[in-house]
């Protein structure tokens, strides 16, 4: 075997393995996001500068590897600091870290945005009950059954813990209290089955508390025109949110398991 063909091999080889790498990138990626796109607009920039620069063209290409590699990488290592290994959401690193942006958009186009924060009820008695697997996959489960009562167009984190996070473009703060039924509806309809520490089957079935608020409750985001307002616009909207949730949780305890369990975001204007 020549060195020439040695050398073909393992290009070829080397180029399958970046694709698969590409590929599982891309995995990951959120609506109108296109990983693979990014990185080969972002290669064939850096090629067409090096090239008006006079560089040769067989160290454009050796270069142009590199930082193409360089920023998979890049992209990987945000990817997995961005993911919940457990659930296989988004976390609370990627919530902060993308939904300004998605603010910003929203803003834009003239579109409100509204925020979930959901909260498992009663997590804690699945860890006691059945063991700390068990409730690993009763979160998986609930992960699933959130993703399944939202769109496509929509945002769903692991927050933390047992509570999630969902962010609905284009909805307002009306339009997500209907969401956050449908979610609730689906919590008292479906049995969560785990397995306990012995390995038997056990069947759980849990309600959620949510508090919702929307950008068409704040002040703020009917007077901002600017992008970098929009993280403490996030912020805002957490806190407030999470504020709801606890008034969910309280009227959720007080009126029982077939009560209701959503709270809104009441606005100073709506309070007085």
């Not at 759980?204 to 950008?215: A, E, F, H, K, P």
Request: hydrophobic residues 35%.
């Amino acid at each position: 075997m020549t060195i020439d063909r040695i050398y073909s091999k393992q290009v070829i080889e080397t180029n399958e393995a970046v694709r698969r790498r590409v590929e599982k990138l891309n995995e990951f990626d959120r609506p109108k996001e296109d990983s693979m796109l990014d990185l080969a607009i972002a290669e064939d920039e850096i090629r067409k500068d090096m090239a008006e620069d006079g560089i040769a063209p067989e160290l454009i290409e050796k270069y142009a590897n590199r930082f193409g590699i360089a920023m998979l990488e890049r992209a990987e290592a945000k990817r997995d600091s961005w993911v919940d290994d457990l659930t296989g959401l988004h976390n609370d690193e990627a919530l902060r870290g993308e939904v300004p942006t998605l603010l910003s958009l929203e803003k834009r186009t003239g579109e409100d945005c509204s925020l979930l924060m959901i909260d498992l009820d009663e997590f804690k008695s699945i860890n006691d009950q059945h063991g700390h697997q068990a409730g690993n996959q009763a979160l998986q489960v609930v992960a699933s059954i959130i993703r399944s009562s939202i769109r496509k167009s929509d945002f769903l984190y692991r927050y933390g813990g047992d509570e999630f996070t969902v962010v609905l473009m284009n909805t307002s703060s009306d339009m997500a209290r209907s969401i956050a039924e449908k979610i609730q509806d689906k919590m008292r309809t479906n049995i969560i089955i785990v397995e306990d520490t012995r390995g038997r089957r056990q069947k759980v079935q849990r309600t959620v508390s949510i508090g919702c608020i929307g950008t068409d409750q704040l002040e703020l985001w009917k007077e901002v025109d600017d992008d970098d307002v929009m993280p403490r616009i996030l912020e805002t909207m957490i806190r407030r949110a999470d504020g709801a949730l606890l008034a969910a949780k309280k009227k959720g305890k007080q009126e029982g398991d077939a009560g209701d369990r959503i709270a809104m975001y009441e606005s100073e204007a709506a309070s007085t």
